[in-house]
């Protein structure tokens, strides 16, 4: 049930008009209905979230290479990880790590403006 949920998205995200092509081809579909359905939980589940959303993973993808989303994502989840381990504050605290992260945050910014 949950695949097919994500295939309508994806399916209705190409139907939105200025969306279809709009995101980078590298961006997994899986992804954006992931990133979709997420912003969609904060921001209502409303034709209108739906295109403020979809919006705005594209933004994101034009601007973060898909290799750099999933390295801040990465990121983002190790640093939820409780603290005690070496490997785990690594995430935590090395610049590389806070790079990747500001670079996602900003793009999300961006498109916060572009479409909300």
Request: aromatic share 8%; net charge negative.
């Amino acid at each position: 049930m949950r695949r097919l949920t994500r295939a309508l998205l994806a399916g209705a995200l190409l139907a939105l008009p200025g969306t279809a092509g709009a995101a980078p081809a590298d961006y997994p579909t899986e992804a954006v209905a992931d990133y979709v359905f997420g912003c969609m939980a904060t921001n209502g589940s409303t034709q209108e979230a739906l295109r403020r959303c979809s919006c705005s993973i594209d933004h994101v993808a034009r601007e973060v290479p898909w290799e750099d989303y999933v390295k801040a994502e990465t990121v983002l989840r190790m640093r939820l990880v409780p603290s005690g381990n070496d490997q785990v504050t690594m995430f935590r605290t090395s610049p590389w790590a806070q790079e990747m992260v500001d670079r996602l945050r900003k793009a999300q910014i961006e498109a916060e403006f572009e479409c909300f």
